[in-house]
């Protein structure tokens, strides 16, 4: 879906759900307080792109997949996050993509690329 058959949408949605994330507060003030918005906003998009990228390619029980939320974790190690908060942005991650589509995409979604 994100390669090929709604490569735009998908590239779309995920640029909304990164901003997405400071509809949360305890997001936006972390963000806010370490300026990783304000002063490497290319750098992160860019690699919340390859992340995400390599889990839908591979799937996160790949090796590839894997090795993708390891270098995750170290990035965000750094800062108290909360689980709440991560739970919010990977929920983000995986349901604006459907919203979109769902709303803006050239057909539904199949209940099978729903699941998936």
């Known amino acids: 879906?994100?390669?090929?058959?709604?490569l735009w949408d998908i590239a779309r949605s995920l640029e909304l759900a990164l901003l997405r994330t400071f509809c949360t507060p305890t997001i936006a003030e972390m963000l806010n307080r370490t300026g990783e918005f304000r002063h490497h906003a290319q750098k992160r998009y860019d690699d919340t792109g390859i992340v995400v990228s390599e889990l839908f390619k591979w799937g996160y029980h790949s090796p590839r997949g894997q090795a993708a939320l390891q270098q995750m974790n170290?990035?965000?190690?750094?800062?108290?996050?909360?689980?709440?908060?991560?739970?919010?942005?990977?929920?983000?991650?995986?349901?604006?993509?459907?919203?979109?589509?769902?709303r803006y995409g050239w057909r539904s979604l199949s209940p099978t690329e729903i699941h998936a």
């Open 74 to 102: 170290v990035i965000h190690r750094h800062f108290p996050i909360r689980n709440d908060d991560y739970c919010c942005v990977l929920s983000t991650f995986v349901l604006e993509p459907i919203r979109w589509c769902e």
């Open 1 to 6: 879906m994100a390669g090929y058959t709604f």
